[in-house]
């Protein structure tokens, strides 16, 4: 099998020696040997104070009344199951760094939100979904020639792939809840809080890198290697303002050419088919060249509001593996989509991410400090990959996310890292066994940051990959 695809199973309570997290975490130069798996279980994230307890005083039944009609409620809408956390990642961000005065004051938005009436139903399709975002007109002819300007952009032929740089700075504050409703302990009404803060560099780990930045740390990994996995060709030029473009020629004769920022961030994606037919699958017209490298639109929009039932808005593939997996991922965003986002403000925003369903892969049961995939449990996948690869029969130029998660066992950037890889070898799973095409999937891993399960200790639920489709977040619907 390939390199991060599926193996042999592994015995459910034993870790592979060469992987980390969830209980288990490799020196860094220059710091203390690594902890026991007694002192990990209670370790906090990098600089971070510990996570404030929520406590929820609902009784089950009252959970899952609000599950069922979350437009009827203004609270945080959580699963209705023991030590359940938040539905929305966007809450549970909330949940991590304000707790329960977080959730007030989120509660007292929606609430206001609800007294204005600004609410509006659910979009019926993608167009619709877009339809009041600020959009530049373009038709398609206009996109066309906009990407095929890109395209034949003359730039300067490179032998290998270019190092992208490390991002500076960030928009993200130190302790401040999404949508800034707490920021410093200190609670803040409906003001925007921008603030640009440097990043570090915590760590680098084979071709990933772990960025700090206040009390948070993201890990940014390469695709790159995992698309030009059976290419026939793949070749590089360097374009003006820092840019890269990275063609890959497929077998059948099919390219995709991809512009990268300076740092790494897609901010072009297309295909092109033998017939010279172009299927955009990332483009974002508003993209600004001097913003920071990693930013987190959602500060500039208000809670959510979750309006369908939870069971139409998250798919747990064991409980329904019958479900009309097609039909789930052809659903449009759950609320207007303000304008189109790169992909990368789509991987640094949980409050992006929440406008759109997704399916939580529980048929996989990642060993604990494992990304390895049995192919007993690769075979639970095939009708999510039937339903993806239906999808792309009709419209080649969708994007589907994959993230990856771990429980709160181990270090955070262990388990940052474990996340990533677990997200990956899903992808790897999904192209390589099911002939999902590797450029229509983009990974990202999250660690600890997002639990199903509010708990520190080992938890099957938490150790998690998870699917959305984003196409209508990253790509004009007018798209050929």
Same mark, same amino acid.
């Given at each position: ?121 659910? $979009? ?37 792939? $270019? ?168 659903? $449009? ?19 992006l991410r929440d406008k759109v369903r997704r399916i939580d892969l529980d ?112 790509? $004009?619907?007018?798209?050929?």
């Open positions: 099998m390939p390199e991060g695809g599926t193996t042999a199973e592994q015995p459910a309570t034993e870790a592979p020696a060469q992987q980390t997290g969830e209980g288990e975490q490799q020196p860094v130069p220059g710091a203390e040997q690594p902890a026991t798996a007694e002192q990990l279980q209670g370790e906090q994230p990098q600089g971070g104070q510990p996570a404030p307890e929520v406590v929820d005083e609902r009784t089950k039944e009252e959970k899952q009344k609000i599950a069922e009609d979350p437009a009827a409620s203004d609270d945080t809408v959580v699963l209705p199951v023991e030590k359940g956390a938040a539905v929305l990642d966007s809450d549970k961000d909330a949940d991590n760094a304000g707790g329960n005065q977080a959730r007030e004051v989120r509660r007292k938005q929606r609430e206001e939100l609800r007294a204005k009436e600004t609410e509006v139903a659910p $979009p019926t399709d993608d167009a619709a979904a877009q339809a009041q975002a600020a959009i530049p007109v373009e038709t398609k002819e206009e996109l066309s020639q906009r990407i095929e300007a890109v395209m034949k952009e003359e730039g300067e032929r490179v032998e290998e792939a $270019p190092a992208f740089a490390v991002p500076e700075t960030t928009n993200i504050v130190n302790n401040t809840v999404v949508n800034n409703t707490v920021i410093n302990n200190t609670t803040v009404n409906n003001t925007t809080e921008n603030n640009v803060t440097q990043v570090q560099v915590v760590e680098e780990v084979d071709d990933r890198v772990i960025l700090g930045v206040g009390d948070r740390i993201f890990v940014r990994g390469d695709d790159r290697p995992r698309l030009r996995q059976n290419s026939e060709e793949t070749y590089y030029d360097n374009l003006s303002g820092g840019r890269v473009r990275e063609t890959i020629v497929r077998p059948g004769g099919y390219q995709i050419v991809t512009v990268y920022s300076r740092y790494g961030d897609i901010l072009t994606r297309t295909r092109v088919d033998r017939d010279g037919n172009e299927y955009v699958m990332m483009y974002s017209p508003e993209y600004e060249e001097d913003r920071p490298a990693i930013v987190d639109v959602g500060y500039e929009l208000p809670p959510m509001r979750l309006t369908i039932p939870v069971d139409e808005y998250i798919v747990d593939v064991a409980e329904d593996p019958d479900r009309d997996y097609y039909e789930f991922l052809s659903e $449009p965003p759950v609320e207007q989509v303000e304008r189109v986002y790169t992909i990368d403000e789509v991987r640094n925003s949980a409050r048929t996989i049961h990642f060993a604990t400090g494992s990304a390895e995939v049995s192919m007993s449990q690769a075979k639970t996948l095939r009708n999510v990959a039937d339903a993806m690869n239906k999808v792309l029969e009709k419209d080649p130029g969708e994007t589907f996310f994959i993230e990856g998660h771990t429980d709160a066992v181990g270090s955070d950037r262990s388990n940052l890292v474990l996340s990533d890889e677990r997200a990956e070898s899903v992808a790897v799973l999904l192209t390589e066994v099911y002939g999902v095409p590797a450029e229509n999937l983009v990974t990202q891993g999250y660690g600890e940051r997002f639990l199903k399960i509010r708990t520190p200790e080992a938890e099957q639920e938490n150790r998690r990959v998870t699917i959305r489709r984003v196409t209508p977040l990253v790509r $004009p619907v007018a798209q050929r």
